[in-house]
């Protein structure tokens, strides 16, 4: 059975589970009082029928791929079995791509044709004992669950309990995500960086990692002096905030307090759909339409402005960052009491000065936020830079030149086939790592500010 199918038979057993234990308790209540609400007792039998079955799941989908592997190579002939893991790799990806996507090799051996026909049996065989064990591990879960429900049982606590540690799970697995990303970058870029210096990456003025990637290569020269990165970021990143800060904190001001109840509510989605296009299409429209326009009024300025800049890049990923900054400092302008205008208005203040002197004041800490969280979406952004800036790292503070990012080399590095073990490959984790600090900054500068400047309102 398709995993998505099961899904869905086992979700509506779940369901099904919940107004099981729900009907039963309110059979038992005739008997006597009910401890919890008949909704706690379908809870719970809902919570016996779904969680072992996830447990089950989570279990079987990391064992299962292990096992039907190691079977199938145990199949294989003892001299492919005995070979280096990179020709194995590449035995194995063929014996999936004949079992899975009817690919027929017309050099496959007979060895590899087998594993993939043993491939196919094991999966079938391991999706078939999953849907059984699945579904009688499911009605276990609501027959015991059933057995468990009488008017005395305390069905809200345990339910309760059982939510409490699902949160704290939750969380565990959010905390072990961040940490093991923090050491997989920590770990990667200390291998680079017990091959390049330290010193020499984060002051170094040139980046040419195009050469480094066998260390024997003839005429392998290299350099990873990441400063040229850092400065195209730098460039992107602060035309965008000029583009994106006022003008998205002035309509936030306007939808907030000028626009009539009509116009906002027009306006305020409609401003959001920007939000919702995708990233490549401003790509495509800053390539196309905006970085040609500020070529040709170059001349007439007297300036020289090349094919692809940092100007027309950063103009267009302003534009796309104006939503998040006017959405975000709308809500928080919102939300300063009325009780502060009235009295601002109590007091003489014209609308304009209770804005300057009382809302924004009050309104600060959830500003800053929302600039911090457009400046992460800038430093962050990759189709925009890649379309619109190229992908030269020129050491330059002229908007009018091409530049490129920290993320567009981290994606640049990463594509293709490459080996893992070299300095052009590992760089990336490096630059993941110096990205990383930069935003841990941000969020400790954003904090600084927040907790300087709020103030409390009764």
């Known amino acids: 059975m398709p995993l998505l199918f099961l899904t869905l038979v086992l979700l509506g057993l779940t369901v099904l589970a919940y107004y099981l234990g729900r009907s039963q308790a309110l059979g038992a209540s005739a008997t006597g009082r009910l401890h919890s609400l008949p909704s706690y007792y379908g809870y719970y039998a809902a919570l016996w029928c779904g969680l072992p079955v996830v447990m089950l799941l989570f279990a079987w989908l990391t064992l299962e791929p292990r096992i039907v ?85 305390r069905a809200r606590n345990t339910v309760e309990i059982a939510v409490e540690w699902i949160l704290i799970g939750c969380s565990t697995i959010a905390v072990l995500t961040t940490a093991g990303i923090v050491l997989s970058l920590l770990f990667e870029a200390a291998s680079f960086f017990f091959r390049i210096s330290p010193i020499e990456f984060l002051f170094g003025l040139k980046w040419s990692p195009q050469d480094a990637i066998r260390a024997d290569q003839v005429g392998g020269s290299s350099a990873f002096g990441a400063v040229p990165l850092f400065t195209g970021t730098l460039v992107i990143t602060v035309i965008a905030m000029a583009v994106a800060v006022p003008v998205g904190l002035m309509s936030a001001i306007y939808l907030a307090d000028y626009a009539p109840k009509g116009l906002r509510d027009v306006a305020k989605p409609a401003l ?30 007297g300036l020289e402005i090349g094919a ?128 990383f600090f930069v935003t841990l900054c941000l969020n400790i500068i954003a904090l600084r500010v927040v907790n300087k400047y709020r103030e409390r309102y009764d």
């Open 308 to 435: 692809q800049s940092a100007l027309a890049a950063g103009i267009v990923m302003g534009v796309m960052i104006i939503p998040f900054v006017s959405s975000l400092a709308d809500d928080v302008i919102n939300a300063v009491p009325q009780s502060l205008r009235d009295g601002s208005a109590g007091l003489g203040a014209t609308k304009s000065e209770t804005i300057k002197q009382v809302i924004l004041p009050a309104a600060l800490p959830g500003i800053v936020a929302a600039v911090m969280l457009a400046i992460s979406k800038a430093i962050g952004e990759t189709m925009i830079v890649v379309m619109a800036a190229g992908l030269a790292a020129n050491l330059t503070l002229n908007p009018f030149e091409n530049v490129t990012t920290v993320t567009v080399q981290i994606a640049t590095l990463l594509v293709g086939d490459q080996e893992f073990d070299s300095a052009k490959t590992l760089s990336a984790f490096a630059l993941g790592l110096v990205l």
């Open 69 to 153: 592997i190691g079977l199938v190579v145990n199949s294989l002939p003892p001299e492919q079995q005995n070979l280096p893991q990179a020709q194995l790799d590449l035995i194995l990806t063929e014996v999936r791509n004949i079992a899975f996507r009817s690919m027929t090799m017309a050099n496959a051996s007979p060895a590899v044709l087998a594993a993939a026909e043993n491939l196919k049996r094991l999966t079938t065989l391991a999706n078939w004992a999953l849907t059984v064990l699945a579904l009688v591990v499911a009605i276990l879960g609501i027959l015991y669950a059933r057995s468990r429900i009488r008017p005395d049982f």
């Open 272 to 301: 959001e759909v920007i939000a919702g296009i995708p990233t490549v299409v401003f790509g495509f429209f800053a390539a196309l339409t905006v970085a040609p326009f500020i070529r040709d009024l170059g001349p007439l300025v």
